[in-house]
């Protein structure tokens, strides 16, 4: 086991302020695998402050030298890989094969992403008679989730490091090992001190603290909801600038014409992704009435391939969730979509056979749910399908959007005009065309409760400047 008793701050790693530590553990085994410090107020204002330092000197260097700062940071994190994947395995669970070709690799790819960007962002522009400056916001508090503990990281660290921001980053309580590996990969790249700082700790603690600062500018926060709710309050008091992406609970709208079998298929691989904790997962499937009972029977078939086990081990499809509540949580929603009436068709609330230690969950499939069960409505966050019936493709478009939420979806039709025509009228901020690749320069982010504000290319720098006009 791991003792970490520092916190990078202002280019050095120096002993954290208290002698709380947190436990890291790992959710396969429920072995404690690490300790890290546990952050205080005090931690995250000395972080602060060396942001604060910092961003004078940082906001006025060269965009081609934030470039070359940030692609240097790419080629760290990519010479890195294998033992950020092993990390990220130990402390979330997710399948090695998973940590090697998502968790590990997507972060490279968009950290360059933004490298280019700030080589060839039009930082100033001439509209009419002004010339518009577009500038850094400030010092940014990032406040990141544990299920994608390095992506989401890098989606808000790199683009506020283009836009010449400094940053303070609280990574989550239950993955803090690999944003201590992103620490050492910015040092390494020659980021100058006070421009990138870390602080772990409890979110009630140190993440509220940094919400609270006075010294903040915009604080980024990925995570639930209702947690959301509560920093936008805190930072307008503030009059603070927010960047929210919170919770989804995304449909995969299924037309007449459609490749069924290929959506079917696609759908299920994309709900048991990362054990199902993915705020974008397509948790409900639409089907019309007339295919209804062959897509229930395709998504049992394709659940049955996902084996559940030691997530180092290559026959592993899926590995546990992150810890004991989120185990609970899951199998408490498997529990209650039973007793609302939804017919179980594969999986159920029991622990995997076989599988009693450990954080594991069986991957679920319902059939039968109607929009006023739990688990049509709720974010799950687990690998938990609920597939819905509709008559008509008015029906299909009112059960879609009769959500809170609004951050992915997908659409599949026999033609790409009529997929495209029913995603317009949907109420999300992200839409896959039968089967559409995932793209990095697409802006993330979502309607409603999903969130304020976009992630990932050019609308995601945007987030971190602020735009100031002088007329001539």
Known sequence: MKHHDAMFIDGTWRPAAGAGTIEVVNPADERVIATVPAGTAEDVDAAVRAARAALPGWAATAPAERAARLTELRDQ?????????????????TTLGFSRRVQAALPVVVTGSYAELAASYPFEERIGNSTVFHEPVGVVAAITPW????????NKVAPALA????VVLKPAEDT?????LFAECVAAAGVPAGVFNLVTGLGHVAGQALAEHPDVDLVSFTGS??????IGAIAGGDVKRVALELGGKSANVILPGADLDKAVQVNIADVMRNSGQSC???????VHADQYEEAVALAAQGVSGYVVGDPEDDASRLGPVVNARQRDRVRGYIERGVQEGARLVAGGPDAPEGLQRGYFVRPTVFADVTTDMAIAQEEIFGPVLSILKYESEEEALRIANDSAYGLGGAVWAGDKETAVAFARRLDTGQVDINGG???PLAPFGGYKQSGVGRELGPHGLAEYL??????F
Do not use: D, W
């Open 77 to 93: 994190l990519a010479a890195r890989t294998e033992e950020i994947a092993r990390t990220i395995t130990a402390e979330l669970g």
């Open 147 to 154: 299920n994608y503990p390095l992506h989401q990281v890098v």
């Open 163 to 166: 836009a010449g921001c400094t």
């Open 176 to 180: 803090p090992l690999t944003a201590q």
């Open 225 to 230: 909801t209702a947690v959301g709710r509560k």
């Open 280 to 286: 974008n997962a397509l948790t409900r499937m639409l």
């Open 437 to 439: 690749r995932f793209n």
């Open 466 to 471: 602020q735009t100031k006009s002088l007329q």
